[in-house]
């Protein structure tokens, strides 16, 4: 019987338990032994092997978080460390290893399958930042939290604050800040990708004001700017003291949403059944809706940044 | 200057208010002037328009329901009441009327586009059973709602209760049933295009039992059975007594998801795009994760039903 | 040292787990060595004690339902059993059984305490329907789900349906109904206290379509009316077509409140602070904003029933 | 006909709008005239009185913010203009003046009472710090807020980052940090009334660690530290590079929960109750469970500061 092992990687993201319930069932039914490594590619150098049935995968579906938990290990870019991570797979006789996580994760598979194993790596980061998908699974859910957390704010907008700013996450990317902009009727959006100066900032701000506006909302991709300091900035330059919000690890929680927790579903089932029929060594992208098997060189080569068009529709819908 | 109409018509689902405040923004942004017309046909025939301003549309992109209201009304089949509604838009110098809504409001757009009225469709259902798209807004928050729901149903599962029935809706269709039970990990979903018998229902819950599960998860959609009578046959052909919830319009409710408001905007752009371009009398499909415009009659013909990969996968998931 | 048990039996309702995690952590401080007993009254026959520490407690405060299971056991109500689980908890070396239930788990105190055990009771059931107590934990996870959902319906008020339907649990009485509909501003609220015939419902709803109200709520208490029947009523003897949610188990899902949480912090700290100071057979009652300890016998005899003042007051602000 | 005008002021809260729905149909149902005073104070002094109606207050009882809006209006300090706002509310034959908000608010109804004015005072505050009650409307809702966003941020505690600062509201007090750190277990808990040095928060974690948590979450209310100086002090002295999240104005929206929807819907009718039976110049205040008319002078007295003992189970139950 052949052996599969799933581990976890990187930041963990909503739908990750989703997919390891899916992985591990669909395999099971597929006549694989499934395996989960625990704390990602720690686990492996500390052979952390758990056998994963269809009953210890129950009731995880909907949970936040990773029951094969995950740790950082930069260590794993040392070649000696791959080397031995293979040796260890090989000895616990895991024909396919499947990962689980954003692009740092997929490099490590990369890594791996240069060596020989055959691997698989399913997207999944908040952040949207990964090369060869043009969505990674826990996206969707952080928007909503994002667009639950700006709708409670906005419902104190009758009070004297007439400028609320939201940080969001997003790594280097502005995909968070950008798709949950549009989604909630922010008014700006700071994003890394189109750098806006503070003072132009200011100048919007007052415009909107004038346009009637009672509240406006700032979302902040952290990677764009220090949230504290575009307050600062506003205060001291316009008659606006806004209030700040950083929302933090709060995105990364909650139970994955439907469309989240289907995609895990659907992606797992593809892995699987790549595997079965001898391909291996791919990202599970997911493009122009449909979900497709991409090389690690080709994910390396086909980025999907932010879209300007999304920038200039949420220009004109808040105004 | 050229003046728009738009209306909400048939159930009400989360984005129709979304989609009037893209609609108007980016319609006046573009040079038009627009209105909206309260209670669907009904409102034409009443003259019920209002004006619409970027003012007027704040504030409701995240509220459920429609500002416009909407209003069942079948004397719209009626030829001469059509003929009635296309001269009372002449006379209000409605160049071009959007309609949100389902397959009914469609119907209703394609009778006015015959008498020369330059029409277009916004598929907005939580039912997703429209032709001519593979997706209708407000179905991604109704899944998040019932997998929501159910998820707090599941928290009871150490209670002796052992089967849950919830019934959801969907009309003809399982659309919502399938997805949702895919979504949430349900042990069994009843859809109208798959009929199973009850007694198979019986034998399925026992052998789950079997299997170690200790809690089972029916979702029933309306158009498959009614769901009192699962519960009684269930109840008296096993040693089981399901619970029974019924969400019914809550599913309707709610704030839109982050997908659907996002949707809700860029279909709203495209409709102004195509009207400005000189393309009318199409529904905004959503095929493949692209927008495309689709013919009424091609619309019409072209079906999206429930897919049979999903159902395996869900049964294959569920074990 | 001495030795505790805890079981949780009924119906489940949020709060259990944190009862659970807080009495074990509380009585660990106090030199105590705790047990938990699965599956209620059940397990002690079955002897299913487990250890529980600071460790196995952690985690679960914020989650539905209870670690330890529970289950329906009739045959407690026989003497010889009773007997048998007060021999068995001897014999496991019992010093103290903590019951976190409803009316029915304070009985099978009630008999051990007879036969020589010493026990505690903490007031834990959605439906607030315990004597000696003005409040059970559950109570208020459950309105807010109730409040959140019929939220979500009202959104749909611009929809065709005026009149909706939504039934409560609540078993015999109508706490859940009337608290809920107060704070929902329900229009009609059917207790099984005060029987309202259905031709009244109709002539109420007529009054409230007069009065200008675009929408109308009726909650339906599961010990008052069988909704279903409600519904056809009024569709029969009126022009309202109702639309019907049945809640069911839903409104016993959910983390606690942050109110319920609390309590359950406070009752399982009073708990073993008065087992300390040799105190016990005791229900923790919660009455005017105080825990008191209420023997088993008073507890019997205090009631309180729904207040009628809830319920005037809730047809003045429902004008 | 006797008139009444309602006015809210200072930060707004979940509830208030159920007041104001409440207090309008319960007076009117006595037979009062009702006004409201949009933006607080300076509303008065601006003259914008609006009357309220059955219909006008209509769909507000589960929306956040405040439909009368509210404004900082600190020249209501001065004398001449507490002498001008009085002489307008008589002009506009104003009998009594109902202020929903905190103890700023009280002290405005305070001023108006010393010269001749008929007042009432409506506690309402997400901060719970005023004088004369245990407990002002929107504090329960802050806290489930608060309760939820630690529950999601406990999702990621398999990530890699162990510690997790979460900045909560309050101003100078700690009732929201401590009430909600019980709710849901939180480890440590920093407020205003009993100052911790940092190190000994370093020192605590790493017990915490020792004890075998694998995550801890620290409550920071804004009255005790700079978080983001409570982050930097943990990375610099500690292994754990804590990640933050400050929920700022999230607190304040949301619709009201249950509890605070209801004891705003009792205040109101006390409050009506009160004024018809010629009392007046009172805060309604909340004390062991019940509503008392607490004269102005008594709530500038009566303070109700945090518990230690909440403190003290805090701790243990954090073990």
New interface residues.
């Given amino acids: 019987m052949r052996r599969i092992a799933i581990l976890t990687s990187g ?2 993201a ?1 739908g990750m338990n989703a997919a390891i ?2 992985l591990t ?2 395999a ?2 597929e006549g694989f032994e499934v395996f989960g490594v625990e704390r990602g590619y720690l686990g492996i150098m500390e052979e952390q092997f758990i056998p994963l049935s ?2 210890s995968v ?2 995880i ?12 290990f930069p260590e794993f870019q040392n070649e000696d460390v791959q080397k031995k991570a293979y040796d260890i797979l090989k000895a616990h006789s895991i024909d396919h290893l499947i990962v689980i996580g954003g692009d740092g994760s997929m490099r490590g598979a990369t890594s791996l399958a240069k060596l020989g194993m055959s691997t698989m790596t399913i997207p999944c980061t908040i952040d949207n930042d990964m090369g060869g998908t ?1 969505y990674t699974i826990g996206f ?1 859910t952080a ?5 639950d ?1 700006v ?11 007439r400028v ?1 700013i939201v940080e969001v996450m997003g790594r280097k990317a502005g995909h968070i800040a950008l ?2 902009g ?4 922010a008014e700006i959006v700071l994003v890394p990708e189109k750098p806006m100066p503070l003072h132009d900032v200011c100048r919007h701000l007052k415009e909107t004001q004038i ?3 009672e509240y406006s909302v700032i979302l902040v991709a952290e990677g764009a700017y220090n949230s ?1 300091e575009v307050k600062s900035y506003i205060k001291e330059h316009t008659e606006f003291d806004p ?8 995105q ?8 989240d ?2 995609l895990a ?2 992606m797992s ?1 593809t892995c699987i059944d790549l595997l079965m029929n001898g391909t291996d060594n791919r990202l599970l992208g997911y ?4 979900i497709r098997p991409i090389s690690y060189q080709e994910a390396e080569l086909l980025d999907f940044p932010i879209q300007e068009k999304d920038y200039t ?1 949420l220009s ?2 808040s ?1």
Same sequence: chains 1, 2, 3, 4.
């Fill in positions: 930041g963990d909503p319930r899916a069932r669909k099971i039914h269809n009953r129950g009731g579906i909907t949970q936040g978080g990773t029951m094969l938990k995950t740790a950082r043009q969707d928007l909503n939290t994002v667009v957390a709708g409670r704010i906005r419902d104190t907008s009758n009070s004297h604050e609320a798709k949950a549009l989604a909630c009727g346009r009637g506006k504290g209030s700040l919000t950083v929302l933090g690890y709060l990364r929680g909650g139970g994955p949403s439907a469309f927790s289907i579903a659907r089932e493009i122009d809706g449909h529709l004109i819908l105004s």
